[in-house]
């Protein structure tokens, strides 16, 4: 069936044209954070896929740096080179923004709630949309926006994000990461606070 305009979010218009990099983490031989027999990897591209989804039928073009478990660069690279490959892409493409999707962990296993990083440098401005989204879809623990020297969002020219979406290492979040209808959720909330932040440029 067809989706009018009407029913995309907010801001979904001003979607149409831009260049968007959905950077789902790790992925291949590095699986990320693992714990509650779930894999950070795989929690990551399943909501870059449907995140991806959301925004081509809003008309950006995206960039995807995987859509399958394997590593970016060659495999047997270095982390460095991982990374690098990742940002190479962005850069290469002129995108608008970046928006990499991660899980988190914790040795306390009661510690749970989505987080998104920005780069201190640079203006938090997109941190804020997609975090403010991001909580009000999912319900999720809110622990803020932090600046942070990520690689991705270090070497990025563009305004970038890391979005931690939850965390393996707690029981209950684990299990609503690895659920196709709280990953929906997730996705939902990251394209209202990419339109929202586009909405408002």
Do not use: C, W
């Amino acid at each position: 069936a067809m989706i009018t305009l009407m029913e995309l979010s907010p801001g979904a218009a001003s979607l149409r044209g831009k260049v968007i990099v959905v950077d789902p983490g790790h992925g291949g031989s590095n699986p990320g954070a693992v714990a509650n027999n779930d894999r950070e990897a795989d929690n990551n591209l399943a909501v870059g896929l449907k995140l991806r989804d959301k925004l081509v039928q809003a008309g950006a073009k995206v960039i995807m740096t995987r859509d399958t478990d394997r590593t970016v660069a060659a495999e047997g690279s270095s982390l460095g080179e991982e990374l690098e490959a990742r940002v190479a892409m962005a850069e290469q493409q002129k995108a608008d923004i970046f928006v990499s999707i991660h899980s988190n962990s914790n040795p306390d296993s009661n510690i749970a709630g989505a987080m998104t990083f920005y780069h201190s440098n640079k203006s938090p401005d997109l941190a804020r949309a997609v975090q403010t989204a991001l909580i009000k879809t999912t319900g999720a623990v809110d622990k803020g926006i932090s600046p942070a020297t990520f690689y991705v969002l270090r070497n990025t020219t563009m305004p970038g994000v890391l979005v931690e979406m939850g965390f393996v290492t707690n029981a209950q979040e684990a299990a609503q990461l690895k659920n196709d209808a709280y990953r929906g959720k997730v996705a939902q909330g990251v394209f209202n606070g990419i339109a929202a932040y586009f909405a408002n440029r």
